[in-house]
């Protein structure tokens, strides 16, 4: 089997609060290969920007191994960590703050590369900037200007202008389309998957959005409260979904397709529970309409059939 | 034909602002009757919070400007009433549910205080006891324990603040409520739950509701008429049936089908809708979506088209006017 290009083992990640240790990420194992995406999608508070953190090494992890191309990056010292972070890159969600405002839009891109100094001299760097900006879709005009100047689906092709500039081979999308109209977040999609296409690029696509999930990832993994609670292919999952949360998930979604209307809903119970020392059970039981005795032991993340885990007792 | 609650007929509203003048509405036009739910589709800068703002006329002072139209509730010519009036309408009549659960409610007085002093404001004939009940009530409707209503907004989650919100919209019992982008800063399965909530005290109390949104499936699911508004602008209307099975659309309303991915259907690729958002402060003469349209020929970029109806289904493009004929 080929070797994925990165891999969580059992990664961990927790806070130390004033109420207890916050299990932010739980025993994630993910995998993700060259040229593909991973989705990973559910409600604010589950985890899924601390792992894509985590996984930056913006943030340490608590326990557990990260493998780049089978390396575990969690041992590399600071000088290591600069070479790997020239593969790995990030998008940001908000486009208005994660940009320099007081750098122009030129030398927001040309910074990545300063810093590491993989394109060297002054007139080789301009040219690669006026390249990434073609291929993310801006316009020359656009180098001396600055941030405040964009509305946001610009700003976020400059955002990832920047994570382009160092050639990396994996990108951690952090809801790069969540704050953009319909049809400016159908741009950055379509620009997102063309670069995929051509560079053979792998994403992990952190989102709340289940339709844009759908279209862009080969494989999804669905959070709840720190754990992946269901991971499969993206035919697969949307095709069958077996654990509880999922499915209310799925159910949740408001479509444009008449013919769901009047479809039975499940509305769950409830908001999210606190990740603050949760007790050892299933963590979606409080909310689940199936929860027995049973879900107070700690659930497994189990392969039900070929490549579908499912976080259930229930699921045989 | 019967009275509408609401009629909007040909709303001019600006910002006159230092750099410019910024037209956000620019001859909106429309009608809700009693008991309706309509939901109103656009993007950023469309004019759909002025819309909003203009029927409780709270547009912001010395900025915003009516220059012309009519806005009529009830028989009530809402541009020349005065700000006794006003009260009058304002949360008795006419309530709205804010976008940001967050920053709508007072954080320094508690909860059951704030849907206390609607009743106060409103009516005065209730005395405490009537009203501290009332107040009980409707929490318990929107699913807050009656237990918590002496505790501060800090204290509750999104969810919860948005079902304050809409306690506090309710407690009136309103003809009309305006919901501007109720959801929008709420996840999915706490979406699901207000929405649902909405609708059902909606039913209850057979209240009018305008609600504002840039989700389409939103309005697919809640909604029973919606219009689509750009550039400050009606540009297409009718029931979610008509707009929504796609047969004939404006290519706008077209163009955000195809922008958004789907659930069931797969595409290989999204289809955007090319250029951006016409400059408020720069409108073009004719039609306002031309410059962005693969259907524009030259009537469009000179003369404004009109609505062209078939039925209770209309759209503003000259295309419906050689295509239906009628």
């Not at chain 1, 940009?99 to 750098?103: A, D, F, G, I, S």
């Not at chain 1, 444009?256 to 209307?261: A, E, I």
């Not at chain 1, 309409?289 to 879900?295: K, L, T």
């Given at each position: 089997m080929q070797t994925p290009l990165i891999e969580t083992v059992n990664l961990k990640k927790y806070f130390n609060t004033p109420k207890g240790l916050l299990?932010?990420?739980?025993d994630v194992n993910i995998k993700i290969n060259e040229g593909e995406t991973l989705g990973v999608v559910g409600e604010s508070g589950c985890g899924k920007s601390t792992l894509g953190r985590t996984m930056m090494r913006l943030i340490d992890a608590t326990e557990g191994q990260i493998l780049y191309k089978g390396e575990?990056?969690?041992?590399?010292n600071k000088k290591q960590m600069k070479q790997i972070h020239t593969s790995m890159q990030m998008i940001f969600q908000d486009p208005f703050t994660s940009?320099?405002?007081?750098?122009s839009v030129g030398d927001i891109i040309a910074e990545p590369m300063k810093v590491v100094r993989n394109v060297k001299g002054k007139e080789a760097i301009r040219q690669k900037v006026q390249e990434l900006m073609d291929m993310c879709g801006?316009?020359?005009?656009?180098?001396?200007?600055?941030?405040?100047?964009?509305?946001g689906g610009r700003r976020q092709r400059v955002g990832l202008a920047r994570a382009l500039a160092l050639d990396p081979r994996f990108i951690v999308c952090d809801?790069?389309?969540?704050?953009?109209d319909v049809s400016i977040q159908a741009q950055i999609i379509n620009l997102l998957m063309d670069l995929q296409d051509k560079e053979g690029l792998a994403y992990m696509f952190i989102t709340h959005d289940l339709c844009v999930v759908r279209h862009i990832s080969n494989y999804i993994a669905v959070m709840y409260l720190g754990q992946v609670v269901e991971y499969a292919a993206r035919n697969e999952l949307f095709t069958h979904q077996y654990h509880p949360y999922t499915k209310a998930l799925l159910s949740a979604i408001p479509t444009?397709?008449?013919?769901?209307?009047g479809r039975e809903r499940q509305l769950l119970q409830g908001e999210v529970g606190n990740?603050?020392?949760?007790?050892?059970?299933?963590?979606f039981a409080s909310r689940c309409?199936?929860?027995?005795?049973?879900?107070q032991e700690p659930q497994e993340l189990r392969?039900?059939?070929?490549g579908h885990f499912v976080r259930c007792h229930l699921i045989k | 034909m019967g009275e509408h609650l609401l009629e909007i007929e040909n709303l001019h509203v600006q910002y006159n602002t230092d750099e410019a003048v910024v037209?956000?509405?620019?001859g909106l036009t429309l009608t809700l009757d009693k008991g309706e739910s309509l939901g109103v589709v656009g993007e950023t800068g469309a004019g759909k919070s002025t819309m909003a703002l203009s029927i409780l006329k709270?547009?912001?002072?010395?900025?915003?400007?009516?220059t012309k139209g009519s806005i009529t509730y009830d028989g009530t010519d809402i541009i020349a009433a005065d700000n006794h009036t006003m009260r009058g309408i304002r949360g008795a009549r006419i309530a709205m549910i804010f976008q940001d659960p967050m920053t709508s409610l007072?954080?320094?007085?508690t909860v059951g205080d704030q849907i206390y002093e609607v009743l106060e404001l409103h009516f005065p004939q209730m005395n405490q006891a009537e009203k501290n009940q009332r107040v009980d009530e409707i929490l318990e409707l929107v699913g807050?324990?009656?237990?918590?209503?002496?505790?501060?907004?800090?204290?509750?989650s999104g969810g919860m603040k948005q079902r304050i919100g809409i306690a506090m919209a309710l407690v009136a019992e309103p003809e009309l409520l305006l919901a501007d982008e109720?959801?929008?800063?709420?996840d999915v399965t706490i979406q699901a739950q207000i929405l649902h909530l909405m609708r059902e005290l909606q039913k209850k109390y057979n209240t009018a509701m305008i609600l504002i949104t840039h989700d389409l499936g939103v309005v697919a699911e809640f909604c029973e008429n919606v219009v689509v508004v750009y550039a400050g602008e009606v540009i297409e209307q009718g029931s979610v049936e008509e707009v929504f099975t796609?047969?004939?659309?404006h290519p706008y309303t077209e163009g955000l089908f195809n922008s958004i991915p789907d659930l069931t259907t797969d595409v290989d690729r999204l289809i955007p809708i090319p250029g951006?958002?016409?400059d408020p402060t720069n409108l073009p003469?004719?039609?306002?979506f031309a410059s962005r349209?693969?259907?524009?020929?030259?009537i469009c970029r000179t003369e404004a088209p009109p609505m062209f109806a078939e039925g209770t289904h209309s759209i503003k493009c000259f295309l419906f006017q050689q295509k239906g004929g009628e």
């Open positions: 299990h932010a990420v739980d575990n990056i969690l041992n590399y940009l320099n405002p007081r750098l801006l316009p020359d005009r656009y180098y001396n200007i600055y941030p405040h100047e964009l509305d809801e790069p389309v969540s704050a953009l444009t397709d008449l013919s769901r209307r990740p603050v020392n949760p007790k050892p059970g299933c963590r309409q199936y929860a027995s005795e049973a879900c392969e039900v059939s070929a | 037209n956000a509405l620019n709270l547009l912001p002072a010395k900025v915003g400007e009516i007072d954080p320094i007085m807050i324990q009656k237990s918590r209503r002496n505790e501060y907004p800090h204290k509750f109720p959801t929008t800063a709420l796609r047969e004939k659309n951006f958002m016409t003469k004719g039609c306002k349209c693969s259907y524009c020929t030259d």
